[in-house]
């Protein structure tokens, strides 16, 4: 079966005096929703940003559905891979439909074919009379979920996702995880980062959770639950591992 495969992870940015990875290694089967958790700091964005190909580890291994990231296959990556990340990665001078045919021609998709997938989508996230709005006139959600369309539009098999539902109104939080459901349903995988894990305990089949760059623990949110008497929500399980203690 295919996976999402992450092996020995280590990263330390130039001039950091503290690695920001610490040999993180995890693996889960294609087609769940998988959390990405983890306290401030615990390397969730360089993980994520690895696994994309944003920023190079400096040693260690990620295979996404039998693709090796390195730098040969980014060509066949970039098929399988969609990135909606933290920061609006959008133009706030061109309208929606302008920015999404931008970045449905970086894919190859053109003309008519494209403006109707578009026009799809808008509809699909509540935006059919913003196509001829520019974005940065677009409050967060409207931002937000115009950034996933950017990212959805090849059709990726793993859609990655840093943070997607914080800052946003109920309304839009809602619409992205109906959203990351049907998506999942279609057979594809979704993994996420999140701070609000009564969430991801909702939607995720399998959580990761992390700390200090390394992984703490991995399974399924009620499994991990039940593992634990005082345990009521997936809250109380990453308090039981990370601790109390605030990060700087
Ligand atoms: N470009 C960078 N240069 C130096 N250090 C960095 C850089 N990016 C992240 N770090 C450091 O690496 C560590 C992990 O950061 P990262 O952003 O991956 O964590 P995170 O789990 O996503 O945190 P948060 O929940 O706050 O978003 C932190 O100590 C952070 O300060």
Redesign the pocket.
Same mark, same amino acid.
């Given at each position: 079966m295919n996976s999402i495969e992450v092996k020995e992870l280590h990263?330390t940015? /130039? $001039?950091?005096l503290?690695p920001?990875?610490r040999g993180l290694s995890f693996t889960f089967p294609e087609g769940k929703v998988v959390g990405l958790l983890?306290?401030?700091? /615990? $390397?969730?964005?360089?993980?994520?940003?690895i696994l994309c190909g944003l920023?190079k580890a400096d040693s260690g291994m990620v295979r996404i559905l039998g693709e090796p990231q390195e730098a040969g296959r980014r060509e066949a990556i970039k098929r399988i891979i969609g990135v909606v990340p933290?920061q609006i990665a959008l133009f706030p001078q061109l309208t929606a439909l302008e920015n999404l045919t931008y970045f449905g021609n970086l894919y190859g998709f053109k003309g008519k074919p494209l403006k109707e997938k578009i026009l799809s989508l808008l509809g699909m996230f509540g935006l059919e009379k913003a196509a001829g709005k520019e974005v940065g006139k677009f409050s967060g959600g409207m931002k937000r979920r115009t950034n996933i369309i950017a990212a959805i539009l090849h059709e990726p098999r793993l859609l990655v996702l840093?943070?997607p539902t914080a800052g946003v109104d109920v309304q839009s939080r809602s619409m992205i995880l109906q959203f990351l459901r049907r998506y999942n349903e279609q057979g594809n995988s979704v993994l996420y980062?999140s701070?609000l894990l009564e969430e991801a305990q909702q939607i995720c089949e399998d959580v990761v959770i992390?700390d200090d760059?390394q992984l703490v623990v991995q399974g399924n949110p009620q499994a991990l639950i039940h593992q634990h008497q005082h345990c009521r929500n997936l809250e109380d399980v990453f308090l039981h591992y990370t601790g109390h203690a605030v990060?700087d």
């Open positions: 990263k940015y /130039a $001039g950091a503290q920001s990875l983890g306290p401030n700091g /615990a $390397g969730k964005t360089t993980t994520i940003s920023v933290q840093d943070e980062t701070h992390i760059g990060r």
